[in-house]
């Protein structure tokens, strides 16, 4: 099956640096991928959908500057948290569309931000 | 109101029990539905899709579509201790990036043995 990786996998971090975290498609290509946010005990969030070559889509009440994506491939989005704070701290997870089905999504093993 | 709703749960059944899990959703737009599982501090995995009225069985899974009533539902047969996660619901909307998978708040099921 399709395969989506993240990185890093933890991150521990300072209140006011910014953390980038990568997502990649590893055997097929995403002209899609989104970026989910889980509190605990809590659904998936949807933060944006980034298309490749194109400015992200953000949903309601999701700063695009404080949350930067960039989509530069059909393999690769990141996703920056500038200036990062404590009530930032959260489950960051991506997940990836293939080009071809254009239908499943495939999500990654997640990312977890921790800001002291 | 919100897209995708479901009961938080938890839904407690026996092992070997058939455990029945539910979803309502509000855009009668939608076409596309998704049942995850997601085990804790993990991501969501498929356990499958259904895009037309009725049933789709795959193995011990059968995921049923119902537009007219706005309602997706899912069977688990013969549950095992193993099944315990949270299963989420997911619906595939139009948006203004294109087409977008909002999920539900998740269904927590606990298979005793």
């Known amino acids: 099956g399709a395969v989506v990786s993240q990185h890093p996998s933890w991150v521990i971090c300072k209140s006011g640096t910014s953390v980038k975290i990568e997502c990649r498609s590893l055997?097929?290509?995403?002209?899609?991928m989104f970026w989910y946010r889980q509190f605990p005990k809590q659904s998936l969030m949807l933060m944006a959908t980034s298309n490749e070559g194109s400015k992200a889509t953000y949903e309601q009440g999701v700063e695009k500057d404080k949350f930067l994506i960039n989509h530069a491939s059909l393999t690769l989005s990141t996703l920056t948290v500038t200036s990062a704070h404590p009530e930032d701290s959260s489950f960051y997870i991506c997940s990836a569309r293939e080009q071809r089905t254009e239908e499943t999504q495939y999500f990654g093993p997640g990312t977890r931000l921790l800001v002291l | 109101q919100k897209e995708v709703e479901q009961n938080s749960g938890p839904l407690s059944v026996p092992e070997g029990a058939i455990a029945s899990l539910n979803c309502t959703y509000s855009?009668?737009?939608?076409?596309?539905f998704f049942w995850y599982r997601q085990y804790s501090g993990k991501s969501p995995e498929l356990i499958m899709f259904?895009?037309?009225?009725g049933d789709k069985e795959d193995g011990r899974f059968t995921a049923q579509l119902n537009k007219a009533s706005q309602y997706v539902s899912l069977l688990i047969r013969d549950s095992q201790p193993s099944d315990s996660a949270t299963y989420l619901c997911a619906v595939k909307v139009s948006g203004a990036g294109g087409f977008k998978t909002i999920f539900g708040a998740g269904t927590r099921l606990f298979v005793k043995a």
């Open positions: 055997d097929f290509q995403a002209t899609t």
């Open positions: 855009d009668r737009g939608s076409q596309s």
């Open positions: 259904i895009y037309s009225n």
